[in-house]
């Protein structure tokens, strides 16, 4: 029998569709444990994660949401030799956190308030049985707090994705791949230096897509899957309250997946009662700050204080765009260009290389690719739309790392079934390490590109084309031998008799 290119070039990559989990995901963890406690930093990095200690700060040590007297806003209260901010940064260092809003003559953070006042807890604990005050160290409480959010939020998501692999029912070596291309070759290592929403957030979405996956697979089990559909509402209404932006789509799709899959009023109600206290806290919180249940950063208003670089022209929101086309080319200058999420998480490349493919593969369920796809599709719209400043000063597009989850997922279902990708992802993976390590190096608020990025891309492409050649190549020559081999059959006479 004649065989065709891919039947040739496949090598098993998967060890069956219900694949045991396999315990390097334990080796994986201690790897990404390893990460996170280097990765924090002693000290806030940008008015981004400055904004949101000094909530944490006030929260503890002042009993207040108002930030008037954090370190992270008035510098000169420190107590002790340690800054709040590095020392080689006078800005920072000077006027302190400029992301906040003045709302009755008090300043307020304006980062949602839900992650701060979870990491207000973490921090009261730790002044009861340590001692630890932020303004009198201002570094250890940055350090500490960075580690105990974006670094377990960066241990559990390559968790996330191992399992992944596990549920894809890839191979023990290439489940283990795939989580260290997403724990080395993305934004999610350099998200992992500072605090941040965006790496909660991700984390929070890996959680949701594996119970999605796990009810898709459960073949009609209503107790498990209402202890599933428990879960991804909790973790919805999570993500609602930690990023509206990417959060609220995430939220809403995970409600339509549940009534989609579980029509039944207990299902309903199971998931709109776990999504019910993030929702509560996020509004209840905005209402608290500025009087209304939208998010106060919303007020045009309360971004109009001394020396604030915020208007209504650059602030997030609202339609930026002076005509359709513009809008689309800001939209495609977010995914390609000096700051694109694609080049800046290089194995995500795949999807665009074989992302057709998708609906097509037959362990991944439409339900699941419907899901990842519509979120991404409409994060990218809410901030195509309703921004012009590519995110601010920090590493590719920061409002883009939660999507690595989808990504991720799917890149693992291509793997599944379309074997002779194997190549591609790891050469993708090993200029995705490139970047991501630069990336790491300056932290995620760097205001400048990463160094030797166009020389990086135009090699990853010239090097990417040279591999798919090649691999076209050898699979046209394997079928011409194919074709050129004669097919004997062996005459009646000489075959061995039968019973």
Not at 36 to 56: E, F, I, K, M
Not at 289 to 295: E, F, N, Q, T, V
Not at 435 to 457: C, E
């Amino acid at each position: 029998m004649l065989h065709s290119s891919k039947q040739v070039m496949a090598v098993p990559l998967f060890d069956g569709v219900h694949a045991r989990p396999n315990q390097t995901r334990w080796w994986l963890v201690l790897i990404a444990v390893t990460i996170a406690l280097v990765s924090a930093r002693p000290y806030a990095g940008s008015w981004n994660d400055g904004g949101r200690l000094a909530s944490v700060e006030s929260i503890v040590d002042y009993h207040t949401l108002s930030i008037d007297k954090s370190v992270f806003v008035d510098v000169d209260r420190i107590t002790g030799a340690a800054l709040p901010y590095p020392a080689d940064n006078a800005n920072l260092i000077e006027h302190g956190t400029r992301d906040k809003l003045l709302i009755d003559g008090h300043y307020y953070s304006d980062k949602p308030m839900v992650q701060s006042v979870a990491m207000a807890g973490v921090y009261a604990f730790l002044q009861f049985s340590t001692g630890l005050v932020a303004c009198e160290r201002p570094d250890i409480f940055a350090y500490v707090m960075t580690l105990l959010s974006s670094g377990i939020a960066y241990i559990v998501a390559v968790w996330g994705v191992a399992r992944f692999g596990d549920l894809m029912g890839l191979s023990k070596t290439n489940s283990t791949l795939l989580a260290l291309s997403f724990a080395f070759a993305t934004a999610a290592l350099p998200y992992a230096c500072h605090v941040n929403q965006h790496i909660v957030l991700l984390a929070l979405a890996v959680g949701i897509l594996i119970d999605a996956h796990s009810i898709c697979e459960s073949g009609g089990s209503e107790k498990d899957d209402l202890r599933r559909i428990a879960r991804m509402g909790l973790l919805a209404g999570l993500a609602y309250g930690v990023d509206f932006g990417a959060g609220a789509p995430l939220a809403m799709l995970t409600g339509l997946f549940v009534i989609g899959h579980r029509p039944t009023l207990k299902s309903l109600v199971t998931v709109s009662a776990a999504m019910l206290p993030g929702l509560i806290l996020y509004h209840g919180l905005n209402y608290a700050i500025g009087g209304s249940l939208l998010p106060a950063n919303a007020n045009v208003e309360y971004l109009r204080f001394p020396g604030s670089p915020f208007s209504a022209e650059n602030a997030t929101g609202g339609w930026k765009h002076a005509s359709p086309f513009k809008f689309l080319l800001y939209g495609a200058d977010l995914l390609w260009g000096k700051r694109g999420f694609f080049e800046h998480n290089a194995p995500l490349l795949l999807i665009v290389f074989a992302g057709f493919k998708l609906w097509k593969l037959r362990h991944l369920h439409r339900s699941m690719a419907f899901f990842c796809v519509a979120w991404c599709g409409l994060t990218w719209l809410t901030y195509a739309s309703g921004s012009n400043n590519l995110s601010g000063a920090c590493y590719s597009i920061r409002w883009f790392v939660p999507l690595l989850a989808a990504g991720y997922y799917l890149i693992a279902a291509l793997l599944r079934e379309r074997p002779e990708l194997q190549p591609h992802f790891i050469l993708l993976s090993a200029w995705g390490m490139l970047l991501a390590g630069l990336g790491w190096w300056d932290g995620p608020w760097s205001v400048h590109m990463v160094p030797m990025y166009w020389f990086i891309v135009v090699a990853l492409v010239i090097s990417w084309g040279y591999l798919t050649w090649r691999l076209h190549r050898s699979s046209r020559n394997i079928e011409i031998i194919a074709l050129k081999v004669p097919i004997v059959e062996t005459p009646e006479w000489e075959r061995p008799a039968i019973g």
